[in-house]
């Protein structure tokens, strides 16, 4: 884990932070979460006064209502950028329903940002489906033993492939409430009979992805992200 992330901390001093030069869109959902509340709701930033405030849309629970916040009240705002997510502490300035309903937040003096390296690995233990295009193999079921945005490592009850083999990987992952189901191309890397294991999977191999669709490249980003914030107690 160390190897995959690091903490940025950005202190403005007495002076506050230029939000403009994070490059926020007006519109990116964000997570609200408030002080002594464990549940966190998704707001969407917009409006930014730099030396003012940020404006969000009100949290809503699971029924559609709108929740409303007391003036002074301390909540923690997360949002992703990148490959990285960021967090910060505020007060409520304001919160309003007129002209329209928003939240006025007080612009903070910290803000942790955790970085996740490209390269970033998760161990998981999921199915995979193994078709080994090179051999024109029929699909084979094996498991997922570790995954990263570059590439993957299988086991299975048998020997798949050998080094320089082209594979196509089928997998779901779970992001928040939702499941998608990702079919990734990579080339064998590595093979070989794993040491010790009681997985019952006594052959790995090592993938290396090759670059993915769109539609598949977001989800498994998010899945890797997802899954190292929640080891660091992020999300």
């Given at each position: 884990?160390?190897?995959n992330?690091?903490?940025i901390?950005?202190?403005?001093?007495?002076?506050?932070?230029?939000?403009?030069?994070?490059?926020?869109?007006?519109?990116?959902?964000?997570?609200?979460?408030?002080?002594?509340?464990?549940?966190?709701?998704?707001?969407?930033?917009i409006?930014?006064?730099?030396?003012?405030?940020?404006?969000?849309?009100?949290?809503?629970?699971?029924?559609?209502?709108?929740?409303?916040?007391?003036?002074?009240?301390?909540?923690?705002?997360?949002?992703?950028?990148?490959?990285?997510?960021?967090?910060?502490?505020?007060?409520?300035?304001?919160?309003?329903?007129?002209?329209?309903?928003?939240?006025?937040?007080?612009?903070?003096?910290?803000?942790?940002?955790?970085?996740?390296?490209?390269?970033?690995?998760?161990?998981?233990?999921?199915?995979?489906?193994?078709?080994?295009?090179?051999t024109?193999?029929?699909?084979?079921?094996?498991r997922?033993a570790?995954?990263?945005?570059?590439?993957?490592?299988?086991?299975?009850?048998?020997?798949?492939?050998?080094?320089?083999?082209?594979?196509?990987?089928?997998?779901?992952?779970?992001?928040?409430h939702?499941?998608?189901?990702?079919?990734i191309?990579?080339?064998?890397?590595?093979?070989?009979?794993?040491?010790?294991?009681?997985?019952?999977?006594?052959y790995?191999?090592?993938?290396?992805f090759?670059?993915?669709?769109?539609?598949?490249?977001?989800?498994?980003?998010?899945?890797?992200?997802?899954?190292?914030?929640?080891?660091?107690?992020?999300?």
């Amino acid at each position: 884990m160390g190897e995959n992330y690091k903490f940025i901390v950005h202190w403005s001093g007495e002076e506050r932070l230029d939000f403009e030069k994070l490059g926020l869109k007006i519109g990116i959902a964000m997570q609200l979460q408030r002080e002594g509340d464990a549940r966190r709701y998704v707001v969407r930033l917009i409006g930014i006064e730099p030396r003012h405030g940020v404006i969000v849309t009100p949290p809503r629970d699971r029924d559609g209502k709108t929740l409303f916040l007391r003036e002074g009240q301390n909540v923690i705002v997360r949002f992703a950028m990148l490959n990285s997510v960021m967090a910060f502490e505020t007060k409520v300035l304001e919160d309003k329903v007129k002209p329209y309903p928003h939240v006025h937040l007080a612009i903070p003096k910290e803000i942790e940002s955790i970085e996740v390296r490209r390269a970033a690995r998760i161990e998981t233990d999921m199915q995979v489906t193994v078709i080994n295009e090179t051999t024109e193999s029929a699909p084979i079921v094996a498991r997922l033993a570790d995954l990263s945005p570059i590439g993957a490592r299988v086991e299975s009850q048998k020997e798949l492939a050998e080094k320089g083999n082209l594979l196509s990987l089928s997998f779901t992952v779970k992001i928040a409430h939702y499941e998608y189901t990702l079919t990734i191309r990579g080339t064998v890397v590595a093979a070989g009979a794993v040491d010790e294991t009681n997985t019952g999977q006594p052959y790995y191999l090592g993938v290396q992805f090759h670059p993915p669709d769109e539609e598949d490249a977001a989800p498994l980003y998010a899945y890797v992200y997802q899954e190292l914030l929640a080891e660091l107690n992020f999300i």
